[in-house]
């Protein structure tokens, strides 16, 4: 993990487009021992420069899709870049005929593709026995299956991950769930992430919200 991936979480998580955070709230979020170095205070607008070649710390929310901008006075805000495009209405949903997404399903997969790029795949697992390369899997579980469909899911990540649909989101729909899944889903959060998935969550039964990992 780098210095500031605890930041690069924060930004992943939010479900606004736009967040202020003053120099305390940013230190707190990355805990003591990765506090922001005493020079960006003295060079504020240099370090919260947008060029990743240049800056590269600037990878933190540019390649969550954020850019920043120092307004003063110990405060940075966060920008969620937005397209255009509504990459939603151009889906192709890989699905098994017995699988199908209700209307609280379908509003969270449609909430969470604005964070992927725009035109992506949905596959979802169970269904397809063979799984083509997507850019959002949706993995409905349950308690006793979680863990194979996490494996399927890591599984599937690393074969898209050389190709042009690189998997960057995962969304599991629990049937039901525990705090044991929980803790393992924050444990193998690393794994996604280092495989290049930048969104992973969990849709629970009757909500349209996501939690994010």
Same mark, same amino acid.
């Given at each position: 993990? %780098?210095?500031? *991936?605890? #930041?690069?979480?924060?930004?992943?998580?939010? *479900? @606004?487009?736009?967040?202020? #955070? %003053?120099? @305390? $709230? =940013?230190?707190?979020?990355?805990?003591?021992?990765? %506090?922001? +170095?005493?020079?960006? @205070? $003295? $060079?504020?607008? +240099?370090?919260?420069?947008?060029? =990743? &070649? %240049?800056?590269?710390? +600037?990878?933190t929310w540019v390649e969550e899709g954020w850019s920043g901008k120092y307004l003063g006075d110990n405060k940075v805000q966060f920008t969620r870049k937005i397209t255009d495009e509504?990459?939603? &209405?151009?889906?192709?949903? #890989?699905? *098994?005929?017995? =699988?199908? #997404?209700? &209307?609280?399903?379908?509003?969270?997969?449609?909430?969470?593709? $604005?964070?992927?790029?725009?035109?992506f795949d949905i596959s979802i697992i169970p269904g397809l026995d063979k799984i083509e390369c997507t850019r959002l899997l949706i993995a409905f579980c349950e308690l006793d299956t979680f863990h194979e469909r996490a494996l399927q899911a890591i599984s599937h990540a690393i074969k898209c991950r050389d190709t042009l649909r690189k998997l960057e989101g995962v969304m599991f729909v629990p049937i039901n769930w525990s705090n044991k899944r929980e803790t393992e889903l924050m444990e193998l959060s690393q794994i996604f992430h280092s495989i290049g998935v930048k969104t992973l969550c969990v849709k629970f039964p009757k909500k349209t919200s996501l939690r994010y990992y």
């Open positions: 993990m %780098t210095k500031y *991936d605890k #930041l690069r979480l924060y930004l992943r998580s939010r *479900d @606004s487009n736009e967040v202020v #955070l %003053t120099y @305390s $709230q =940013i230190n707190e979020i990355l805990g003591e021992s990765n %506090t922001l +170095a005493r020079w960006v @205070s $003295q $060079q504020p607008y +240099a370090f919260w420069i947008n060029n =990743i &070649e %240049t800056r590269p710390h +600037a990878r509504q990459p939603f &209405e151009k889906v192709s949903i #890989l699905i *098994d005929p017995l =699988i199908s #997404l209700n &209307e609280n399903e379908f509003i969270a997969a449609k909430n969470l593709s $604005q964070r992927l790029s725009p035109g």
